[in-house]
C-alpha cells in the first residue's frame, strides 16, 4: 500500500528545469573580482551559466541576457625538449581546449575564458550556448545576431 503511495507522490513532483552539465572546465580568467583559478561543473540553464564545485556550490555566475559573444578555441602544445629527445617523434603534443564567454551590461563588459579538460566538448558546449542565447533573444523580442559574429 505504501509503494503505490510513493509512485503517486514522486510521479506528481515538479519537473525539474533543464540543465546541460560539463564536468570538468576550468575557469581561467577575465571576471573582474575573480583572479584564481577554479575547477568545476559548468551547469547551462534556462537563464543563467554556473560554474560549480564538487559540493555543488557556485562559484561563479553568468547571466545568459548579458552574453554578446560565445567562441572555442584548440590549442596545441609540442612536447618539450627532454620529452623529444627521449621519446622522438612518440613524444605527441598536448591539445587543450578553450572556450571564451564575452559578456556585456551598462556598465561593464568582460571576456570570460574556460579550459575544457573533456576531449572534443568545447564545441558542445558553444553549441549549447548559442542554443540558450538565442531562445533568451527571441524571449525578449531581440532578432538574433548572425552566427558568425555569437
Same mark, same amino acid.
Given at each position: 500500500?505504501?509503494?503505490?503511495? @510513493?509512485?503517486?507522490? @514522486?510521479?506528481?513532483?515538479?519537473?525539474?528545469? %533543464?540543465?546541460?552539465?560539463?564536468?570538468?572546465?576550468?575557469?581561467?580568467?577575465?571576471? %573582474?573580482?575573480?583572479?584564481?583559478?577554479?575547477?568545476?561543473?559548468?551547469?547551462?540553464?534556462?537563464?543563467?551559466?554556473?560554474?560549480?564545485?564538487?559540493?555543488?556550490? %557556485?562559484?561563479?555566475?553568468?547571466?545568459?541576457?548579458?552574453?554578446?559573444?560565445?567562441?572555442?578555441?584548440?590549442?596545441?602544445?609540442?612536447?618539450?625538449?627532454?620529452?623529444?629527445?627521449?621519446?622522438?617523434?612518440?613524444?605527441?603534443?598536448?591539445?587543450?581546449?578553450?572556450?571564451?564567454?564575452?559578456?556585456?551590461?551598462?556598465?561593464?563588459?568582460?571576456?570570460?575564458?574556460? /579550459?575544457?579538460?573533456?576531449?572534443?566538448? %568545447?564545441?558542445?558546449?558553444?553549441? /549549447?550556448?548559442?542554443?540558450?542565447?538565442?531562445?533568451?533573444?527571441?524571449?525578449?523580442?531581440?532578432?538574433?545576431?548572425?552566427?558568425?559574429?555569437?
Amino acid at each position: 500500500m505504501r509503494l503505490p503511495l @510513493l509512485i503517486l507522490v @514522486l510521479g506528481i513532483s515538479a519537473p525539474a528545469s %533543464a540543465q546541460d552539465m560539463f564536468p570538468n572546465v576550468e575557469y581561467i580568467g577575465g571576471k %573582474a573580482g575573480m583572479e584564481d583559478q577554479k575547477k568545476g561543473t559548468l551547469l547551462i540553464g534556462e537563464s543563467d551559466i554556473k560554474l560549480v564545485d564538487k559540493k555543488g556550490k %557556485a562559484l561563479l555566475s553568468i547571466p545568459v541576457q548579458t552574453i554578446t559573444e560565445v567562441s572555442n578555441s584548440t590549442e596545441r602544445k609540442d612536447a618539450g625538449l627532454v620529452k623529444k629527445a627521449a621519446f622522438g617523434i612518440f613524444a605527441g603534443s598536448k591539445r587543450e581546449d578553450f572556450i571564451v564567454i564575452s559578456t556585456q551590461t551598462e556598465t561593464d563588459a568582460e571576456g570570460l575564458v574556460f /579550459k575544457v579538460h573533456e576531449k572534443n566538448t %568545447a564545441p558542445g558546449i558553444v553549441a /549549447k550556448l548559442r542554443f540558450r542565447l538565442s531562445k533568451v533573444q527571441a524571449a525578449s523580442g531581440i532578432e538574433p545576431a548572425r552566427r558568425d559574429s555569437i
